[in-house]
């Protein structure tokens, strides 16, 4: 019995060792890829090397061996280069104030520019300037070394992580610089081919339309150029899960690889001259559209399979996925950072898993799978082809919503519950939306049919538009990667030059200032991030753009009331989750100017303690409250332009055990020591986030 069943592990064993070598000779290059990955990655990844190296040898598999050791030392002498350069390039900057350098724009940002330098071929980004450089110009740039501060809360941008994604080594103010010239170069060629896209942009969107959110769908879906599109538009595809049908990416390539294909059958061109007009076109396409990691992913692996398909040659898609990214890692090795390469080649491997599953699944509905289809009625063909088409659509959306969650989470701190829902209603409205797009763009200029395709273009992209709303509106479509905050724990989040932004509770009170940039970049990713759901906004000063502030905040919480200190008078009482808030506006005898003398005083009363906001609070409107009002267990506290809260002994007879001190207190608070034996806790001026929960503990 024991030889029996020795005999069967043995077979059992070898059985197994065939298998794998098939699947690594099928697959020749994944082992290298691995080791790739593993050497980019470092730490406890470099296991994953070895794991390749002795599966290699475990089934005598030398070549492949070999190929593995060449690969990962390519990498790891790669990734050393750009290290040393990097670490020297740094040590140059820390040693001089001011530095001067050489380079070509490799891609232009918004007062700013991405700079190739000479320093071993280091890139920078330079920020700050008001020039009008292209891609592809050769300047001289003087900058000085920039500063830039860690967000407060994990998903916010992160200047350092973007820099890492973009295999940046600095970060430049820029002084002053001069244009040298445009030399021919690849970097030339992507310019001119950006020039080209945002001529064609101007087609689909001339001027006077930039504020329709349907041409602004059509210029990202189409050309790859979100940066024609408002926030609130991206903010849609966002919610709605699919913001990578925003930009250019694999799915864009494939449908108009797609459509080009199907146009010159209809047409009755050969298929060996198909195969190569596709290829063409999608190269164009590709180098037009920005030269994304996605599009060239697609691209390639495109180009692999109708190459293969030429030459009679069968095309391993597995071989194929690795081959195009040792391509893309081995000369960039950084991109192993950069969240559109580890989504598109990850959702790309989901997506064949999910269409191998699709195929072998039993057909939902529709006629008997044994009945042959060359028997099939017409009618039981187009059955069993949707059947099909709507099984593919769902196990492939799941598939890939599933292991794009992971780095979603990771990489964005957001959680998007419905977005393989979306996808899967999107689909079928997509090749409609392309189509007419790239049409409105090719005949725009004549005069009837273009206008024509134009309208249709634009009810497309509107249904398209509506589809994605409507997902995410649905409950909890968007949520960030953090549990809720508890509903008596309060955030003050400052914002730079003295200015700052209380959220008292979760589900609580919101009390922001400041213009629309800080709400959008600041103070709403913050709290959003953080976990918290104001459920009122209280806007302590008044302003000309207190209208912007609270758009933006309505569109990440809807359901937001806004409380204007314009239109408050006397005591106001508001109820929440987070407890009961109680506005004193400032005394109708104190005049609105300066701004500060407009803003009110809030009590919070939480279950257990007493919160008194006073902020930058005029002594009058603190003097207007009754005595027994004013005691409270948490101070808030900034400082009034003209007549501040800085005497002590009116600090003390509050009797707070805690306070804390925000940016706008600055200098002129009363001394720390004055104020024992109560806590102090001065909220830093760079940007940063406070908590104090209902226990009174805190922590940054």
């Not at 070509?104 to 330098?117: A, F, Q, S, Y």
């Not at 973007?162 to 970060?171: I, K, S, T, V």
């Not at 692996?301 to 194929?320: D, E, Y």
Request: aromatic share 8%; net charge positive.
């Amino acid at each position: 019995m024991r030889a029996i069943a020795e005999q069967g592990r043995a077979k059992a064993d070898e059985a197994l060792s065939a298998a794998l070598r098939h699947i690594f000779l099928r697959a020749p290059l994944f082992l290298p890829l691995l080791a790739v990955v593993s050497i980019l990655l470092g730490a406890w990844w470099y296991l994953l090397a070895v794991f390749a190296l002795l599966a290699a040898a475990a089934l005598r598999l030398w070549r492949i061996g070999v190929a593995v050791i060449l690969c990962a030392s390519l990498a790891y002498l790669q990734q050393e280069r750009r290290q040393r350069a990097s670490d020297e390039l740094m040590d140059y900057l820390r040693s001089h104030e001011v530095v001067e350098l050489q380079g070509t724009v490799i891609r232009e940002l918004n007062k700013g520019c991405v700079l190739g330098t000479e320093w071993g071929g280091m890139r920078v980004v330079v920020r700050g300037g008001d020039f009008s450089w292209k891609q592809g110009d050769y300047v001289k740039v003087v900058a000085e070394k920039g500063h830039s501060h860690p967000p407060p809360v994990h998903g916010m941008f992160d200047a350092a992580r973007w820099m890492q994604q973009q295999g940046l080594a600095a970060d430049l103010r820029f002084v002053c610089g001069e244009y040298i010239g445009h030399p021919f170069s690849w970097t030339a060629i992507c310019g001119a081919a950006a020039a080209v896209r945002d001529s064609l942009a101007r087609r689909v969107m001339p001027p006077g339309t930039e504020d329709d959110a349907r041409r602004q769908v059509l210029c990202a879906l189409v050309l790859g150029d979100k940066s024609r599109a408002e926030d609130e538009t991206m903010l849609d595809f966002r919610k709605g899960g699919c913001l990578h049908a925003f930009a250019v990416s694999g799915l864009h390539v494939g449908l108009l690889a797609g459509i080009l294909w199907a146009i010159l059958r209809i047409c009755r061109v050969s298929m060996a001259v198909s195969r190569v007009v596709v290829l063409l076109v999608s190269a164009l396409y590709v180098v037009m559209t920005g030269f994304s990691v996605p599009a060239i992913r697609a691209f390639m692996m495109m180009s692999v399979v109708l190459v293969g398909a030429m030459l009679h040659r069968r095309v391993s898609l597995l071989n194929t996925w690795s081959f195009v990214a040792l391509l893309i890692l081995l000369p960039q090795p950084y991109q192993i950072y950069n969240a559109g390469f580890r989504l598109s080649f990850v959702v790309y491997a989901a997506i064949c898993v999910g269409a191998r599953l699709a195929l072998r699944e039993k057909p939902w509905f529709g006629p008997d799978e044994y009945i042959p289809y060359r028997i099939r009625t017409t009618g039981e063909r187009r059955l069993s082809a949707t059947e099909l088409a709507l099984r593919g659509t769902v196990l492939i959306s799941l598939w890939a919503w599933l292991v794009s969650l992971p780095i979603t989470i990771a990489q964005f701190h957001t959680l998007n519950t419905h977005s393989y829902l979306t996808n899967i209603l999107i689909t079928p409205i997509l090749p409609f939306v392309m189509t007419a797009g790239l049409a409105a763009m090719i005949l725009a200029p004549l005069p009837i049919l273009g206008a024509a395709v134009m309208q249709w273009a634009l009810y497309s992209a509107q249904a398209l538009i509506s589809v994605v709303a409507f997902c995410g509106e649905l409950p909890a479509a968007y949520l960030p990667a953090q549990r809720p905050q508890p509903a008596e724990r309060l955030a003050i989040l400052s914002t730079g030059y003295g200015e700052s932004a209380c959220q008292l509770g979760n589900g609580g009170l919101l009390i922001a200032m400041g213009n629309e940039q800080t709400a959008r970049f600041s103070i709403e990713p913050a709290l959003f991030h953080a976990g918290y759901t104001p459920a009122a906004l209280l806007l302590p000063r008044p302003s000309a753009r207190r209208s912007e502030l609270a758009t933006v905040f309505g569109g990440t919480w809807p359901q937001l009331k806004v409380l204007d200190t314009t239109e408050l008078a006397g005591k106001t009482t508001l109820t929440t989750n987070a407890g009961v808030f109680t506005i004193y506006a400032p005394p109708a005898t104190l005049p609105r100017k300066p701004m500060d003398n407009a803003t009110p005083i809030v009590v919070w009363q939480r279950s257990k303690d007493r919160v008194l906001y006073v902020g930058d609070a005029s002594l009058l409107t603190f003097e207007s409250i009754p005595a027994e009002e004013r005691r409270a267990d948490i101070l808030i506290l900034g400082r009034n332009k003209r007549m501040p809260l800085v005497d002590a002994d009116t600090i003390r007879s509050i009797g707070a055990t805690c306070i804390i001190l925000l940016p706008s207190a600055g200098g002129g608070s009363p001394d720390v020591q004055s104020l024992h034996p109560a806590e102090v806790v001065r909220v830093p001026l760079a940007p940063s986030i406070y908590f104090c929960d209902e226990n009174v503990q805190t922590s940054h």
